[in-house]
């Protein structure tokens, strides 16, 4: 399987991007997981439905199946902060492409995606991880790069980009363990 980052500051589009390039990989017969990190309390779950009762009452998992789906939901008694590679971890074997979106700060191999116009830093002078930046003004980068830089506004060409390296995006757990 193959593993790339996506990083950037909220509201840089790293979303948009990765929403994106789902199809363009669905397209060339690729599978592919999103491993997301959310900054808030979030739920999947509402009250009423027999999971969220599950949960309310106390149970540290539901997992929840149909013929066509599966969902797990696991409560932490105590906040726990799970690194991309245990999440990385609890995904199906059988994926091509993870696209992970957030955990800026990780050892995985990332395309930053940055915007002028947002007012924030760029991460790709300060970051080894960074090979590659994805911009909507590629004239505004604050500093030059041997980075390549990317159209943020064509996902193809980033999918394209990505399939062409794909080798440098190969995961081996074991690096990480």
Do not use: C
Request: proline share 5%; glycine share 6%; charged share 25%.
């Amino acid at each position: 399987m193959k593993v790339v980052g996506f990083a950037g500051f909220s509201g840089s589009g790293k979303t948009t991007l990765v929403e994106s390039l789902i199809p363009a990989f669905k397209l060339r017969g690729l599978r592919v997981s999103v491993v997301k990190h959310a900054h808030h309390k979030f739920d999947i779950d509402y009250p009423g439905k027999d999971t969220w009762r599950h949960r309310e009452a106390g149970a540290f998992e539901v997992v929840v199946a149909s013929s066509q789906r599966l969902a797990l939901i696991r409560e932490f008694e105590r906040p726990a902060q799970l690194t991309v590679h245990q999440l990385i971890a609890e995904l199906y074997e059988g994926v091509d492409w993870v696209l992970v979106e957030g955990f800026k700060d990780s050892n995985l191999l990332k395309i930053e995606v940055w915007r002028a116009d947002a007012g924030k830093p760029a991460l790709y002078r300060n970051d080894d991880f960074i090979v590659a930046i994805a911009t909507d003004a590629p004239q505004r980068l604050p500093e030059s790069t041997l980075r390549p830089v990317l159209d943020l506004n064509d996902a193809q060409s980033v999918g394209q980009w990505l399939i062409d390296n794909q080798d440098r995006f190969e995961y081996r757990p074991e690096i990480f363990a």
